[in-house]
C-alpha cells in the first residue's frame, strides 16, 4: 500500500483555482502510483477559512467542490480535508470533515472531534465536534483517520477525550493525518513529538500531511512527516513549498536511522518569512513593496527579506532624513540599498515639518518639543510612503519590531503604518539574531547597522535606551510575560526588578489601543500580537 | 421572598474598583430587605475579560475577590458572576461560573452550560461548559440558577441541549439567569423573547439580570427583567444605567399588565453611543475629545454624540478645509460647533498640500492627480488632529460610518484614524435617520449639513455618487450582505441589479486590509465590524 502526501498551498474560496490544483496533484499520486493520496486539512477552501463558514454559497461551493474531485478519484484514493455539513438536527451546523474518496465515490466522511479554540484557532466557533469513530477499510488496510488537533490531547489534559482511544479498539493498520498546523520557531519539534508519541503509544506507523504557504498573517510551514510504529521519523518533507512523496506502508517499519529535520531557529524564521511575504504578495495579485529605510537594523532586516521573497527589481525604499537623523543614517541606508540592488529615493523631511510646525504654531505656542513633534515625523515618513504606495501600487512593509509593538514604542499612522507587519512577531533581540543569520556568509546588512545603538532619531541625541530598558532585559521579561503567561513574581525570580517588570507589564497592557490599529504580524513564535492575543482595550488590571 | 437585580457597570481587572461596588450594592440590597441579591454575569472581573483568563494572577485575584465579598454576605444571599477553576482533571482549565453565597459562605457553584462562540463570543477559547444541574435552595424556595446563554436554545438548535430541561425536573419555583448581553437596536425584543419563552415553558417567573455600561466597542445595556409564569413582563430596569431594584416572588405571579419597554430604534442608539463613548473615557481616564469637522453628516453627527457624552467643554473640534471644500462647509460647520457650543480651530490645508504635491513631483513627475493627492488631503487632516491628540491629550473621535468602512470609502491613517470609532456601526441611511432623531426638538445638526449630498470634496465637484451606488440601494444591498449573510441570489430577488451586487460584494471583501486596521467600532447592530466579524484578509471569492 503506498501512501502519498501532498502538502498544497491552497487560496481561500479560490476554490477554481483549487479544485484545479487538487486535481493536478491527483494525477501526480497517480504516475507515483500511490494508492491513497492525503491532502491537508481544510485545504479544499483554504485554512482558515474563518466567517466565509457562515455563508451558505462557500458551504454550497465546497460540497460541489467535492463532486468535481470525485470525478478524477479513479484508481486511487484520496483523503482531502474540507467543511461538510452537520445533518442532525442539533449542534452547530458545520463539521471539519475528512472525505475519503475511492472509486469515484465518497466512501466516508470522518469529521474532526477535538476543535481547537485558543491562540490563533477558532474552530468551535464554527464547527460540531466529531462524535462517532470509525476506520476506514481499503485495500484490506484499516487506517485511522484523524483530523490535526484530534491527535494532540495525549500529554494535555485539555480535551476530555483521545479520538485514538476509540479508534485504537478497532485495530487500525496505521494513522493518517491530515493538519493545518500554523509554523512558529519551535512548533517542529512539538509536532514531531505528538506524532512520535501518538505512534508509539497505539504502536502503529502515522502519515501526517500539513499545509504549506501562508495565509495573510499565518504561516504553513508544510514538513509533512512519516513516523514508524518505533517512533522513528522515517521521512519529512520540505518546509514552507509544496510537494507531493509517496511511501510504502509495508516498509516503513524497516527504518531504523530516523531522518534528522533541520531544526534551525533563524533558518527556519528566515524561511517562513519569505514564504509570508510572498505568499501574501501573491494571493494579492500584488508585485511590488516599498518601504521606509531608516538606516536602523529593523528597516534593514525588513528590506531584506522584502528582497529574498519578491526579488531585489520589486522593493524600493525612500530614505527620509529629518534634522535629528545622524549622518551614518543616510549612509548606512544608502550601503545596504547597494548591497542588496534596490533602487531609492532620498526625500528630505525638514521643510514639511517645518510647514507643519509652523501651522501648529498659534495652538501649541511656547510649549515645549514633545512626542507631538516626534510623532510628526514619523508620520509625515508614513504618509510619504502611502502617498508611493497610492500612485504607483506598492504595498507598504512595516517595519516594526515585538519589542515595540508591546511597549508602545511606534507611532500609530507613522512607522506603524503598512500592509504587513514582516518582523513584528521578533523581539529586538530576535532581530540582531536573523540579521546576523542573514550575514552569516556575506555582509549584506553593513556592520555598522547591526552594532550602533538603535535610535528612532526624532529628536536630538535620543536613544532607545533613554525609555526602555535594554533591550536583552525587556525582551526577556516580555517574553515571560506575553509568551509564557509568567506571573510579576515568577519573573522577580528570575532575578529582575519588581519595578521594571510592573513598569513593563503596565506599557504592554495600555497599548493594546495601539496594537489594535496594527498591521497584521506574520506569525513566527508562538504568541505573536494580533489574532492570537486577545486582550480588552479598555481595562485596568496590575500583575 | 424579596429578590434585587443589581445590574453594575464594572471595570475589567479593577477587582478593587469592582470589589468595592459590589460591596457597596450588598449594602444597598440590605436596605431594601432583599433575601436574594443578583449581579450579572462575571462582573466580578468584567466582561469580557478576554485572554486575562489566561492569566493565573487575575485567576487568583476572582478567587481573593469572592473571599473578600463573602464575609458581607450575613442576612443576604448573593449570587455573583465569576470564573471558577475547573478542579477535574480534564477539559480546559476554568468554568464560567454564577456564585451563591449565603451566611458568608460559598454554597453553591453553578457553571454556564451553553457557551456562546459566534459574533463577538470567545466563551468556549476559556471555559469548560457545565455538565451537572442543581437547582439552589435558598429559605425553603428552589431556584433554577442559569448563565445568560443557558435558554438561549430554546427555539434554535445550535447547541445540543437545554439546561433547564434538566433543572425543570427538581422542580424550581423560579428561574435567575445572569447575563452580560450586549446591546444591539434590535436585541432588546430578542431578549424579552428568550425570557418569555422561557418563563411560559417552564411555568415559573424569571429573573434577568445583565450588565450595563460599555467595554471598549461592547455597550451592554442593562434592561434587567422579571417575567411571570405567564410570560408578563413584570418589569424591566433602565437602559444604559447602573441600578438596583427588588421583587417580591409571591406577588409577580398578580401582575396581568405588562410593563411597556422603549423599543424606538434610534433612541435606543443614541443612549448606547452616549454610553459607548462616555465609558470608553472615563474608564480610561480621558477627559477630552477632539474631531475634525467637515460639515458633512458624518463628523456633525459624532461631534453631537461626543457632546452629549462627555460635555461641550470637553470637545473641540478642528475645521480643516482644503482647496476642494466647498464655501458651505466651514460655514455649516462654523454654525453647528455653535449650536452645540464647542470650540474649534480652522486651519488651512492647502499649504502643506502643495508642500508635499512639491515634495513628490520629481517622482509623481506628470502623472495624473488621483487616489494619492486625495489621500494625501485626509492624511494630512488625521495628522494635525493627531499632534493636537498627542500635545494636550484628546482622544480623537473617528467618524467613519458603517458603509464607508464596509466598501472602503476611507482614507487608512487618514479619516479613519482615531481611537474609537462611535458611529462606523451606522449605515449612512442611518446617519440620517439618528440625526433626524437629534434634531427632533431642536436643530442641533443645521439642516442644511442634513440635505446637502454627500462629498468627500478631496477633488472638484467630488460626490459619493461618482463611485458608489445611492446610499438607500448600497446600504440594502450590505445589509443583506453583512447583517443576514444572504447570497448575491438571494438579494437579487430583491429586485437589485446583479452586477451591483456583486460589485458591493467585492468591494466589501477587497477591503478587509482596511478595517483590520480601524478604530474599535462601537457595536449598535447584530453584526458590526470589528471583533465580531472575522473574514480573511488575503482571500478571494466570489459569491
Same mark, same amino acid.
Given at each position: 500500500?503506498?501512501?502519498?502526501?501532498?502538502?498544497?498551498?491552497?487560496?481561500?474560496?479560490?476554490?477554481?483555482?483549487?479544485?484545479?490544483?487538487?486535481?493536478?496533484?491527483?494525477?501526480?499520486?497517480?504516475?507515483?502510483?500511490?494508492?491513497?493520496?492525503?491532502?491537508?486539512?481544510?485545504?479544499?477552501?483554504?485554512?482558515?477559512?474563518?466567517?466565509?463558514?457562515?455563508?451558505?454559497?462557500?458551504?454550497?461551493?465546497?460540497?460541489?467542490?467535492?463532486?468535481?474531485?470525485?470525478?478524477?478519484?479513479?484508481?486511487?484514493?484520496?483523503?482531502?480535508?474540507?467543511?461538510?455539513?452537520?445533518?442532525?438536527?442539533?449542534?452547530?451546523?458545520?463539521?471539519?470533515?475528512? !472525505? %475519503? $474518496?475511492?472509486?469515484? #465515490?465518497?466512501?466516508?466522511?470522518?469529521? #474532526?472531534?477535538?476543535?481547537?479554540?485558543?491562540? +490563533?484557532?477558532?474552530?468551535?466557533?464554527?464547527?460540531?465536534?466529531?462524535?462517532?469513530?470509525?476506520?476506514?477499510?481499503?485495500?484490506?488496510?484499516?487506517?485511522?483517520? @484523524?483530523?490535526?488537533?484530534?491527535?494532540?490531547?495525549?500529554? @494535555?489534559?485539555?480535551?476530555?477525550?483521545?479520538?485514538?482511544?476509540?479508534?485504537?479498539?478497532?485495530?487500525?493498520?496505521?494513522?493518517?493525518?491530515?493538519?493545518?498546523?500554523?509554523?512558529?520557531?519551535?512548533?517542529?519539534?512539538?509536532?514531531?513529538?505528538?506524532?512520535?508519541?501518538?505512534?508509539?503509544?497505539?504502536?502503529?506507523?502515522?502519515?501526517?500531511?500539513?499545509?504549506?504557504?501562508?495565509? @495573510?498573517?499565518?504561516?504553513?510551514?508544510?514538513?509533512?512527516?512519516? +513516523?514508524?510504529?518505533?517512533?522513528?521519523?522515517?521521512?519529512?518533507?520540505?518546509?514552507?513549498?509544496?510537494?507531493?512523496?509517496?511511501?510504502?506502508?509495508?516498509?516503513?517499519?524497516? +527504518?531504523?536511522?530516523?531522518?534528522?529535520?533541520?531544526?534551525?531557529?533563524?533558518?527556519?524564521?528566515?524561511?517562513?518569512?519569505?514564504?509570508?511575504?510572498? /505568499? !501574501?504578495?501573491?494571493?494579492?495579485?500584488?508585485?511590488?513593496?516599498?518601504?521606509?529605510?531608516?538606516?536602523?537594523?529593523?528597516?534593514?532586516?525588513?528590506?531584506?527579506?522584502? +528582497?529574498?521573497?519578491?526579488?531585489?527589481?520589486?522593493?524600493?525604499?525612500?530614505?527620509?532624513?529629518?534634522?535629528?537623523?545622524?549622518?551614518?543614517?543616510?549612509?548606512?541606508?544608502?550601503?545596504?540599498?547597494? /548591497?542588496?540592488?534596490?533602487?531609492?529615493? $532620498?526625500?528630505?523631511?525638514?521643510?514639511?515639518?517645518?510647514?507643519?510646525?509652523?501651522?501648529?504654531?498659534?495652538?501649541? #505656542?511656547?510649549?515645549?518639543?514633545?512626542?507631538?513633534?516626534?510623532?510628526?515625523?514619523?508620520?509625515?515618513?508614513?504618509?510619504?510612503?502611502?502617498?508611493?504606495?497610492?500612485?504607483?501600487?506598492?504595498?507598504?512593509?512595516?517595519?516594526?519590531?515585538?519589542?515595540?509593538?508591546?511597549?508602545?514604542?511606534?507611532?500609530?499612522?507613522?512607522?506603524?503604518?503598512?500592509?504587513?507587519?514582516?518582523?513584528?512577531?521578533?523581539?529586538?533581540?530576535?532581530?540582531?539574531?536573523?540579521?546576523?543569520?542573514?550575514?552569516? /556568509?556575506?555582509?549584506?546588512?553593513?556592520?555598522?547597522?547591526?552594532?550602533?545603538?538603535?535610535?528612532?532619531?526624532?529628536?536630538?541625541?535620543?536613544?532607545?535606551?533613554?525609555?526602555?530598558?535594554?533591550?536583552?532585559?525587556?525582551?526577556?521579561?516580555?517574553?515571560?510575560?506575553?509568551?509564557?503567561?509568567?506571573?510579576?513574581?515568577?519573573?522577580?525570580?528570575?532575578?529582575?526588578?519588581?519595578?521594571?517588570?510592573?513598569?513593563?507589564?503596565?506599557?504592554?497592557?495600555? /497599548?493594546?489601543? #495601539?496594537?489594535?490599529?496594527?498591521?497584521?504580524?506574520?506569525?513566527?513564535?508562538?504568541?505573536? %500580537?494580533?489574532?492570537?492575543?486577545?486582550?480588552?482595550?479598555?481595562?485596568?488590571?496590575?500583575?
Amino acid at each position: 500500500m503506498k501512501i502519498a502526501l501532498a502538502q498544497i498551498n491552497t487560496l481561500i474560496g479560490h476554490f477554481e483555482y483549487n479544485v484545479n490544483k487538487i486535481v493536478a496533484y491527483i494525477q501526480k499520486a497517480k504516475k507515483q502510483g500511490a494508492d491513497i493520496l492525503v491532502f491537508p486539512e481544510l485545504c479544499l477552501c483554504g485554512y482558515p477559512p474563518r466567517d466565509f463558514l457562515e455563508f451558505q454559497p462557500f458551504i454550497k461551493k465546497c460540497t460541489e467542490s467535492i463532486e468535481d474531485i470525485r470525478k478524477y478519484c479513479n484508481d486511487i484514493a484520496v483523503i482531502i480535508g474540507a467543511p461538510s455539513p452537520n445533518t442532525e438536527k442539533l449542534g452547530k451546523r458545520l463539521y471539519n470533515s475528512a !472525505y %475519503f $474518496i475511492a472509486d469515484n #465515490k465518497i466512501q466516508s466522511v470522518i469529521h #474532526k472531534s477535538l476543535l481547537p479554540d485558543y491562540d +490563533v484557532f477558532d474552530e468551535y466557533r464554527y464547527f460540531e465536534p466529531g462524535k462517532e469513530h470509525h476506520v476506514i477499510t481499503y485495500k484490506n488496510k484499516r487506517i485511522a483517520l @484523524t483530523i490535526c488537533e484530534d491527535l494532540w490531547n495525549l500529554n @494535555t489534559s485539555f480535551y476530555i477525550k483521545n479520538p485514538m482511544d476509540a479508534l485504537i479498539t478497532q485495530k487500525p493498520d496505521c494513522i493518517i493525518n491530515i493538519a493545518a498546523s500554523p509554523f512558529s520557531y519551535d512548533q517542529n519539534q512539538a509536532r514531531l513529538d505528538v506524532l512520535f508519541n501518538n505512534a508509539k503509544k497505539y504502536g502503529i506507523p502515522l502519515f501526517y500531511c500539513n499545509h504549506s504557504g501562508s495565509q @495573510t498573517e499565518l504561516i504553513f510551514d508544510g514538513g509533512s512527516a512519516v +513516523v514508524n510504529s518505533q517512533g522513528i521519523l522515517v521521512d519529512q518533507m520540505e518546509f514552507f513549498s509544496e510537494n507531493i512523496k509517496s511511501y510504502e506502508l509495508d516498509t516503513i517499519e524497516d +527504518v531504523k536511522k530516523a531522518f534528522q529535520a533541520v531544526t534551525e531557529k533563524y533558518d527556519l524564521i528566515n524561511q517562513a518569512l519569505i514564504c509570508g511575504i510572498r /505568499n !501574501y504578495f501573491d494571493k494579492l495579485n500584488f508585485k511590488k513593496a516599498i518601504l521606509g529605510l531608516s538606516g536602523g537594523i529593523d528597516s534593514a532586516l525588513a528590506l531584506v527579506l522584502s +528582497v529574498q521573497a519578491l526579488g531585489k527589481e520589486n522593493v524600493h525604499c525612500l530614505l527620509m532624513p529629518s534634522l535629528y537623523s545622524s549622518e551614518h543614517s543616510v549612509k548606512d541606508a544608502i550601503q545596504l540599498a547597494n /548591497n542588496v540592488g534596490v533602487t531609492y529615493d $532620498i526625500i528630505e523631511i525638514s521643510e514639511l515639518f517645518h510647514t507643519y510646525c509652523h501651522l501648529l504654531k498659534p495652538y501649541f #505656542k511656547e510649549l515645549p518639543f514633545d512626542i507631538s513633534e516626534e510623532n510628526l515625523q514619523s508620520r509625515i515618513r508614513g504618509m510619504l510612503l502611502m502617498a508611493f504606495c497610492n500612485k504607483f501600487s506598492y504595498i507598504l512593509i512595516n517595519t516594526s519590531n515585538k519589542s515595540e509593538l508591546a511597549v508602545g514604542y511606534g507611532t500609530l499612522y507613522g512607522d506603524m503604518a503598512g500592509g504587513l507587519s514582516v518582523i513584528g512577531d521578533l523581539y529586538k533581540i530576535e532581530v540582531y539574531g536573523l540579521s546576523q543569520y542573514i550575514n552569516r /556568509n556575506k555582509e549584506i546588512i553593513p556592520e555598522n547597522i547591526i552594532a550602533k545603538e538603535p535610535s528612532a532619531e526624532l529628536k536630538p541625541d535620543q536613544k532607545d535606551s533613554d525609555s526602555l530598558p535594554p533591550y536583552p532585559v525587556l525582551d526577556t521579561i516580555l517574553f515571560h510575560y506575553i509568551e509564557e503567561r509568567k506571573t510579576a513574581e515568577e519573573i522577580i525570580a528570575k532575578g529582575f526588578d519588581k519595578s521594571m517588570i510592573i513598569k513593563v507589564m503596565r506599557m504592554v497592557n495600555t /497599548n493594546e489601543y #495601539k496594537r489594535y490599529q496594527a498591521a497584521p504580524v506574520l506569525r513566527v513564535s508562538q504568541k505573536a %500580537f494580533g489574532y492570537g492575543r486577545r486582550m480588552p482595550i479598555v481595562a485596568n488590571f496590575d500583575f
